[in-house]
């Protein structure tokens, strides 16, 4: 995608909440502050299930560990966003690393088996942490606290703050996706053995890539953890991680915008039909189906295709 | 003789009741073209897959160049200058040729946990890469997607991955495998001009390149090495001529 097109989608998410503020429509805002929170978590997912080629059925695990961070410290009383945020991404990545240099020594069927089967045992172990809600949760009394006269509990802001925070991921990813690091990652996706065979150590980049994107993930879950004000072991169970793998699927896997477009789809069509029936997953389901169907490379493969433009080789 | 860079002793490699390789003993010394030849079935890829790390060896043990490597994971014997073609072309078939070799490249030249820079920027690295490119015959093809180029050119693209790692001592599965003859003549003093500069183990079906090319030759037969001389020696063998020669047509 080129320079205009990025900084017109930027202006318009720009615009947005002015849009929505004028029109007395606030709750839209914090919808569109729960899209892009999802499209950071799965952008970090695109990294390991597009680029990497792992697929990876245990995501959740990192989101909800993220937003356990931010909600245990919130029990202690720790508020500040600057403390929080970057605990919940050391500590996701920190749990991707044990999580990945177990799992990645599998491979395919077995690969997304055991990262579903790590996640679900985070799950349980959440759901067995009584002192912290068990599977009630915890409610958080109040968003992190950033101070620099910024006030998260302002959803206009906090939209801000998550819109800054998903183009930096954007630009993080992109960075690294094309450069010596990437093009290993990508690679090992296309022939493993190869890679081995002329020198590189495998195993050890796929981990970094599992560990990046783990803690991306992390903070992900930190800022869904005060989009809520409320964190429970469902946002750990494999549903999310399923979600995620959708989003990723339906939004094109190695597109730099994957994730996003993914996470706009499903959360605004299930938002769209779910009033009006409470089969709204069912048609969902059907969009996907046909998604995958026609549309093999997901929605940024097509819109590539129609801008004639698709290139010969994806690197972001 | 000079030292050996590669020096197999006893290997030995069983799959349940059959003895794929049995107690394997030979060297390759700097500078020479070492050809391994043997019938269908007789152990000469599962050879080369313990000496590149791929399949472990239940006995004996691989010394290259003065380190013992017999359990040495693939990637780390390929840095320590023992490479590897593969029978089946293994190439990077989405990327382009010099992309793939770039790869290569950039394995052994400095970390790549590099996440910032862009790879396309590295300009080091493509110069390198193309001129490896014109090494193995690829000059003018650098920019085709690999998927695309002629079989032959694959194979070329093959061979030059596995010389894009600078290695000491490259093992070349039947480089020539499902080549015309024309694509073959091209291989032959590509293969030859190594020599000047690494050392060679040479798989190959083709008799005619095998004679042409190799400084010493090993026989394998059901997984043992049954002779090892000069191609002169090997043809004048009457051992390898009862096990092997006799039964198919040796031209040259």
Redesign the interface.
């Given at each position: 995608m080129n320079r205009t097109l990025n900084l017109v989608l930027l202006a318009i998410a720009i615009a947005f909440p002015l849009v929505a503020q004028a029109l007395d429509e606030l709750f839209y805002v914090s919808f569109a502050s729960r899209i892009l929170i999802y499209a950071v978590a799965a952008t970090s997912l695109n990294l390991i299930l597009g680029y990497g080629g792992m697929v990876s059925f245990g995501h959740a695990a990192f989101f909800g560990a993220g937003a356990y961070c931010v909600g245990i410290a919130m029990v202690h009383g720790v508020t500040s966003a600057w403390i929080t945020w970057p605990l919940a991404m050391v500590v996701s990545a920190l749990l991707a690393w044990v999580i990945g240099a177990v799992c990645l020594r599998t491979r395919g069927v077995y690969f997304i088996m055991i990262t579903l089967a790590f996640a679900q045992m985070m799950y349980y172990i959440v759901l067995g942490l009584k002192a912290y809600g068990g599977e009630e949760g915890i409610n958080l009394l109040n968003r992190s606290v950033i101070g620099f006269g910024v006030d998260l509990k302002n959803d206009v802001t906090f939209y801000y703050v998550c819109l800054g925070v998903l183009v930096a991921v954007l630009y993080?990813c992109q960075?690294?996706v094309?450069?010596?690091?990437?093009?290993?990652v990508q690679?090992i996706r296309?022939?493993e053995?190869?890679?081995?065979?002329?020198?590189?150590?495998?195993f050890q980049?796929k981990l970094?890539c599992f560990v990046i994107a783990g803690g991306v993930c992390g903070l992900a879950g930190a800022l869904i953890a005060n989009q809520t004000k409320f964190v429970n072991p469902n946002l750990l169970h494999w549903p999310v991680s399923g979600e995620l793998m959708i989003m990723v699927i339906l939004g094109g896997l190695a597109y730099l915008y994957g994730g996003v477009i993914g996470a706009f789809v499903l959360l605004f069509l299930d938002e769209l039909i779910s009033p009006y029936t409470i089969f709204s997953k069912l048609y969902v389901g059907l969009v996907l189906l046909v998604i995958v169907l026609f549309a093999p490379h997901g929605i940024a493969g097509l819109i590539e295709k129609w801008r004639g433009t698709l290139p010969?080789?994806k690197d972001g | 003789m000079a030292k050996p860079v590669l020096e197999v002793l006893g290997l030995t490699k069983r799959f349940g009741g059959l003895v794929a390789t049995d107690a394997v003993t030979f060297d390759v010394v700097p500078g020479e073209i070492h050809a391994l030849i043997g019938p269908n079935g007789a152990g000469k890829t599962t050879l080369v897959h313990q000496l590149s790390g791929a399949v472990a060896a239940d006995a004996g043990s691989i010394r290259f160049n003065g380190a013992d490597i017999t359990v040495m994971p693939t990637h780390d014997r390929v840095r320590a200058g023992l490479a590897r073609s593969y029978q089946i072309t293994s190439i990077f078939r989405r990327l382009t040729v010099v992309d793939n070799i770039v790869l290569a490249v950039q394995a052994r030249n400095g970390t790549s946990l590099s996440f910032w820079r862009p790879i396309k920027s590295e300009s080091a690295l493509y110069d390198e890469a193309r001129a490896i490119a014109k090494d193995v015959g690829l000059a003018g093809r650098e920019e085709i997607v690999s998927g695309f180029l002629a079989h032959g050119e694959q194979r070329q693209l093959e061979v030059g991955l596995a010389l894009a790692t600078k290695p000491l001592c490259v093992m070349l599965d039947e480089p020539m495998a499902g080549m015309g003859p024309e694509e073959s003549e091209r291989m032959i003093p590509l293969i030859s001009g190594l020599r000047a500069t690494r050392s060679v183990l040479l798989i190959e079906h083709d008799m005619d390149a095998v004679f042409r090319l190799a400084d010493r030759i090993s026989v394998l037969v059901s997984g043992r090495i049954i002779s090892t001389g000069t191609p002169a020696a090997i043809r004048a063998s009457d051992e390898v001529r009862r096990a092997y020669l006799g039964d198919e047509t040796v031209h040259g």
């Amino acid at each position: 995608m080129n320079r205009t097109l990025n900084l017109v989608l930027l202006a318009i998410a720009i615009a947005f909440p002015l849009v929505a503020q004028a029109l007395d429509e606030l709750f839209y805002v914090s919808f569109a502050s729960r899209i892009l929170i999802y499209a950071v978590a799965a952008t970090s997912l695109n990294l390991i299930l597009g680029y990497g080629g792992m697929v990876s059925f245990g995501h959740a695990a990192f989101f909800g560990a993220g937003a356990y961070c931010v909600g245990i410290a919130m029990v202690h009383g720790v508020t500040s966003a600057w403390i929080t945020w970057p605990l919940a991404m050391v500590v996701s990545a920190l749990l991707a690393w044990v999580i990945g240099a177990v799992c990645l020594r599998t491979r395919g069927v077995y690969f997304i088996m055991i990262t579903l089967a790590f996640a679900q045992m985070m799950y349980y172990i959440v759901l067995g942490l009584k002192a912290y809600g068990g599977e009630e949760g915890i409610n958080l009394l109040n968003r992190s606290v950033i101070g620099f006269g910024v006030d998260l509990k302002n959803d206009v802001t906090f939209y801000y703050v998550c819109l800054g925070v998903l183009v930096a991921v954007l630009y993080l990813c992109q960075r690294l996706v094309r450069a010596r690091f990437g093009n290993v990652v990508q690679a090992i996706r296309e022939n493993e053995t190869r890679m081995d065979a002329i020198g590189f150590p495998t195993f050890q980049y796929k981990l970094v890539c599992f560990v990046i994107a783990g803690g991306v993930c992390g903070l992900a879950g930190a800022l869904i953890a005060n989009q809520t004000k409320f964190v429970n072991p469902n946002l750990l169970h494999w549903p999310v991680s399923g979600e995620l793998m959708i989003m990723v699927i339906l939004g094109g896997l190695a597109y730099l915008y994957g994730g996003v477009i993914g996470a706009f789809v499903l959360l605004f069509l299930d938002e769209l039909i779910s009033p009006y029936t409470i089969f709204s997953k069912l048609y969902v389901g059907l969009v996907l189906l046909v998604i995958v169907l026609f549309a093999p490379h997901g929605i940024a493969g097509l819109i590539e295709k129609w801008r004639g433009t698709l290139p010969r080789k994806k690197d972001g | 003789m000079a030292k050996p860079v590669l020096e197999v002793l006893g290997l030995t490699k069983r799959f349940g009741g059959l003895v794929a390789t049995d107690a394997v003993t030979f060297d390759v010394v700097p500078g020479e073209i070492h050809a391994l030849i043997g019938p269908n079935g007789a152990g000469k890829t599962t050879l080369v897959h313990q000496l590149s790390g791929a399949v472990a060896a239940d006995a004996g043990s691989i010394r290259f160049n003065g380190a013992d490597i017999t359990v040495m994971p693939t990637h780390d014997r390929v840095r320590a200058g023992l490479a590897r073609s593969y029978q089946i072309t293994s190439i990077f078939r989405r990327l382009t040729v010099v992309d793939n070799i770039v790869l290569a490249v950039q394995a052994r030249n400095g970390t790549s946990l590099s996440f910032w820079r862009p790879i396309k920027s590295e300009s080091a690295l493509y110069d390198e890469a193309r001129a490896i490119a014109k090494d193995v015959g690829l000059a003018g093809r650098e920019e085709i997607v690999s998927g695309f180029l002629a079989h032959g050119e694959q194979r070329q693209l093959e061979v030059g991955l596995a010389l894009a790692t600078k290695p000491l001592c490259v093992m070349l599965d039947e480089p020539m495998a499902g080549m015309g003859p024309e694509e073959s003549e091209r291989m032959i003093p590509l293969i030859s001009g190594l020599r000047a500069t690494r050392s060679v183990l040479l798989i190959e079906h083709d008799m005619d390149a095998v004679f042409r090319l190799a400084d010493r030759i090993s026989v394998l037969v059901s997984g043992r090495i049954i002779s090892t001389g000069t191609p002169a020696a090997i043809r004048a063998s009457d051992e390898v001529r009862r096990a092997y020669l006799g039964d198919e047509t040796v031209h040259g």
